[in-house]
């Protein structure tokens, strides 16, 4: 094996950061946790101390004393707390074992927000006229004039909204944020936003304004039929502008009735989430957002009342324009209607460039998916999805909706005067603006397009909340499929400040009594504690915690996880089991169409066991937190629930109940098995998938297992199997079909191209692309080894026909990554491990080695694993085809013995009698001993 390393890498610490955020303007706490990376070329580099010093202005420098440790993520502001408003600077010197020291090439500047709810004096404004609150309404403009003197040095504008809103400054937004204040659980947290806006302001006189929509907050949400004001009956803007002068004094301009704030309404007729925007480019009133305009037709405001203690700082990024995309066709369909084709299907909006008289009305309807070539609306179920615009009339009007989103890959335009050209049009590209920290690529283009679609879907719904889809009328936080999709979150994204906002709203969603709703921010106030979904509160905060080490996060949510699992341990029946009540159960299973709630795998089945997994988190989680009592209080649960669960689910031969893929999946990943039973339950996992012709028959809870349960139990070819399988059920039927994103269903699309007829098929739901994380780990061969990568794990494992892949991800330590390529023989592995961690090394057929930080390659010889089980009677039907001379040579066989048996062996309705095996379709005839032995033959021959 020959190892070789090098590196030349300029020195220094980089990305010095406060929580989640590089740019840290706006925190919301007083001693924000720090963390770096360093960039050093010297291999094997590990951090042994590190130096902090802040600079709070006017000469004052703190400087912490140094620590003596390699701690170099999320370490404790070691300063006096931050005061809300006050800005400092960071620096960092770090030294190595070699007693070299590294230092930040640039300050980290730690700007606070307004940490106490005293620090408002600005009061929520609405307009001053009366709003029958069943009906919508137009968006609400409001407006101030104010003077700025000379001598300004900064100002900040605080802001939110009941609402959606976009702030203004003497015409431009304030910033490139949209869709603010996103969607928290508002009335126990809402969000507001902090902008430098000191380069908008002139001396003289200057123009605060915001435009406010319905939004989440009073628009129409919710599936069958959804609801109108879930928090409120008023939209309504609150703004809180301070501006800082040489001399030492501050000025306010904020909003209050008793200020002058003027409100009216203007191009914005209507804005709708789920249906759309319509806008009147005549009614919008001319230079309004300048100072000077004439307001005195337009109202007065009012105060709505809220309480300000919900007000709180943003923890991820906000929700941006991200990338705009061209049409890659403009055609029309058979029935004449003028058709878009952005050739991805994409979450955000269409913005439009068009010229034509005033009162012109152009319509934008949005759809992911065409049927029989025309748009195909139905899946959107009650969901409008459509944008109007009327036109002005005066020159090029270039205009895009602001209050609502769409999930789209067509759009049919209707109204356009003349010719649509392909730059009059574009799909703007919307999500909240997440650092990419992922990448996989291998040999194989069909893998290589699932990856990407799975990093669409993630762009999709992580807008503001991690949603279940973007484009009907749901676009809700839907717990259970965040819980299976989160490592992959993780890895392809820094997800950090995003989901523990989240989470945060999570807890605060939580009954006193521990239950939870399915979907955070709660709409439906039902709380059926399902399985799988609930299990969010153990499951997000561990991934994030694995994946960042973020022992704050497990603080936090503490209460949160046991409060969940108390309650399923309330429910628990005589049995030791939780094996009653109302289940989503593996939710999609492909082989239970029509029940959604997956009838494969009993749903109690899956209860258990997700409960026994989530009382291992929290036990764990205990130990880690010091709650000694609890770990041995939780500890004691999950080994009562998991033998409860061998006593009544598993055989002691290792056959697990419901005999499916997920509930072995299951066994396997969550500890559920003993040493030998495992190994009866991989192999009979294998079996399965093998049956099934080597097709995934999981839903949303078995689908991020079923590999990696493969591979543990020594079936690594049979996952590359499911992997690459490219029929229905599987993730490459979805991509062969034409696949941009990853869908709800395994066949939202059919094999004939029809959609789905299920009124429930969306084109975009991510928890199906859970797979990702398995090709991160397994595939590209790079996993964490310890909390937030401190140890890396490089172990690719490479099968099916893949010639090489490679993956990288920047964990909190800055960026790892391996590569393999198999090449004459050998297999050479690339890796690189970031500075301050080390990796544990496992190649194929090697014993485990430990290398330190730097830039590695090793070569091992390498012989696939055969696959090539010798073919038998007990083989798979699909593998037996795929050898043409062997099947020919079978079916001659086969006909000498009975000439009308041969018809059998292509016959559709084998799959009807499941018949998977030779043996299966032998044994339906009355002379099998016959059969069998005359085959017997050709294989003794082959
Ligand atoms: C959502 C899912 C969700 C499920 C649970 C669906 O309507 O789109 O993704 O998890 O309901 O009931």
């Given at each position: 094996m020959k190892n070789t390393v090098n590196s030349s890498t300029p020195q220094g610490v980089v990305s010095l950061r406060a929580e989640y955020r590089q740019d840290a303007l706006g925190v919301g706490v007083t001693r924000p946790r720090l963390s770096w990376n360093v960039q050093v070329d010297r291999p094997g580099w590990e951090q042994s101390a590190y130096q902090l010093t802040c600079d709070r202005g006017q000469g004052l420098i703190e400087q912490a004393s140094r620590v003596e440790t390699g701690n170099s993520t999320l370490v404790a502001w070691p300063f006096a707390p931050l005061r809300s408003r006050e800005r400092v600077s960071v620096q960092l010197t770090v030294w190595g074992r070699d007693g070299q020291p590294l230092q930040t090439r640039i300050p980290l500047q730690v700007e606070a927000g307004l940490l106490d709810p005293g620090d408002w004096r600005a009061r929520f404004i609405t307009s001053g006229v009366d709003e029958d609150p069943a009906v919508e309404h137009p968006a609400a403009l409001f407006r101030c004039e104010f003077e700025v003197k000379p001598g300004l040095v900064s100002a900040r504008l605080y802001s939110s909204a009941l609402g959606v809103y976009e702030a203004l400054l003497n015409g431009g937004p304030v910033s490139d944020a949209v869709l603010s204040p996103g969607w928290t659980s508002y009335k126990h947290r809402l969000r507001y936003q902090v902008t430098d806006v000191t380069g908008m302001l002139a001396t003289g006189d200057n123009l605060l304004a915001a435009r406010v929509g319905e939004g989440w907050f009073r628009g129409r949400i919710g599936f069958l039929g959804g609801r109108r004001n879930r928090y409120g009956e008023r939209t309504a803007f609150l703004g809180q502008l301070e501006l800082r002068y040489a001399d030492g004094s501050i000025d306010h301009v904020i909003t209050d009735p008793a200020i002058g704030w003027s409100c009216s309404t203007g191009g914005i007729r209507m804005s709708s989430i789920y249906d759309g925007e319509t806008y009147d480019?005549?009614?919008?009133?001319?230079?309004?957002?300048?100072?000077?305009?004439?307001?005195?037709a337009w109202s007065g405001v009012r105060e709505v009342a809220w309480d300000l203690q919900t007000l709180t700082a943003e923890e991820g990024p906000a929700v941006r324009r991200t990338e705009v995309l061209r049409p890659v066709a403009i055609s029309r369909s058979p029935a004449g209607k003028l058709l878009v084709d952005f050739g991805q299907n994409l979450v955000g909006w269409t913005r439009i460039r068009v010229s034509g008289r005033a009162g012109r009305t152009i319509t934008l309807r949005h759809a992911e998916v065409l049927e029989g070539g025309e748009l195909c609306t139905r899946p959107l179920r009650i969901a409008k999805a459509t944008d109007t615009y009327i036109l002005r009339g005066e020159g090029v009007e270039v205009w895009e909706p602001r209050f609502t989103f769409h999930g789209f890959r067509y759009v049919e335009v209707e109204g356009w005067p003349g010719e649509l050209a392909a730059d009059d049009i574009a799909g703007v590209v919307v999500h909240s603006d997440m650092v990419r920290t992922g990448w996989f690529e291998c040999s194989n283009a069909e893998v290589n397009r699932l990856h990407e679609n799975v990093v669409w879907g993630m762009r999709g719904n992580f807008l503001d909340i991690p949603t279940d889809c973007p484009q009907r009328d749901e676009r809700l936080g839907w717990t259970g499929d965040l819980q299976v999709f989160a490592p992959t979150a993780t890895y392809l994204f820094d997800v950090g400040g995003f989901l523990s906002s989240w989470l945060r709203d999570l807890a605060a969603e939580q009954g006193e009594d521990g239950m939870l709703p399915i979907l955070v921010p709660d709409t439906i106030r039902v709380r059926p504690s399902c399985a799988g979904w609930g299990d969010a509160a153990a499951i997000v905060p561990w991934v994030l915690y694995e994946r960042t080490g973020d022992v704050g996060v497990l603080q936090r949510q503490y209460a949160s996880m046991k409060g969940w699992v108390e309650q399923v341990l309330d429910r628990v029946s005589g049995s030791g089991l939780w094996d009653w009540g109302m289940q989503l159960g593996d939710w999609l299973d492909p082989g239970a169409p029509g029940h959604e709630g997956g009838r494969r795998t009993n749903p109690y089945v899956v209860a258990s066991a997700f409960l026994v997994n989530s009382l291992s988190i929290v036990t764990r989680v205990a130990r880690i937190l010091g709650e000694t009592e609890d770990e041995a209080r939780y500890n004691a649960a999950w080994q009562r629930t998991r033998d409860a669960f061998r006593a009544h689910y598993v055989t002691s031969a290792g056959r697990v109940m419901s005999d499916s893929q997920t509930a072995y999946a299951m066994a396997l990943r969550f500890g559920l098995l003993d040493e030998e039973q495992r190994e009866a339950a991989g192999a009979r996992l294998n079996e399965l998938v093998a049956q099934e012709g080597f097709r995934i028959g999981t839903g949303f809870l078995g689908t991020p297992l079923v590999c990696d349960a493969l591979v543990e139990t020594g079936h690594l070819d049979t996952a590359y199997r499911l992997l690459l399988q490219t029929e229905a059920p599987s993730w490459l039927y979805a991509v062969r079909l034409g696949a941009t994103t990853i869908w709800e269903r395994w066949d939202s699309l059919l094999p004939d191209g029809s959609v789905n007829p299920n009124e429930m098929t969306s084109f975009n739901h991510y928890a199906f692309g859970a797979i990702a994380d398995w090709l991160h780990r397994c595939v590209g061969g790079l996993a964490p080894g310890a909390p937030g990568y401190r140890k890396v794990i490089v172990q690719p494992q490479p099968g099916g026909d893949l010639a090489w892949a490679r993956t990288r991800h920047i964990t909190p330590y800055g960026e790892a990554a391996v590569r393999w390529e198999i090449k004459s023989g050998m297999l050479r592995v690339e890796a690189v491990v970031p500075p301050n961690t080390t990796a544990d090394v496992r190649l194929p057929g090697q014993p485990a080695f430990t290398v330190g930080a730097g830039d590695h390659a090793w070569e091992v010889p390498y012989a696939p694993?055969?696959?090539?089980?010798p073919l038998t009677v007990d083989s798979n039907l699909v593998d037996l085809r795929a050898d043409k001379a062997l099947w020919a040579a079978l079916a001659a066989a086969i006909g000498a013995v009975d000439a009308s048996a041969t018809a059998w062996l292509d016959s559709p309705s084998l799959a009807v009698v499941k018949a998977q095996t030779l043996r299966d379709v032998l044994g339906l005839h009355s002379r099998y001993r016959d059969l069998v032995e005359a085959v017997q033959s050709v294989f003794q021959k082959a």
């Open positions: 480019a005549r009614l919008e009133p001319q230079g309004w957002t300048e100072p000077g305009f004439d307001a005195r694993a055969s696959t090539a089980t």
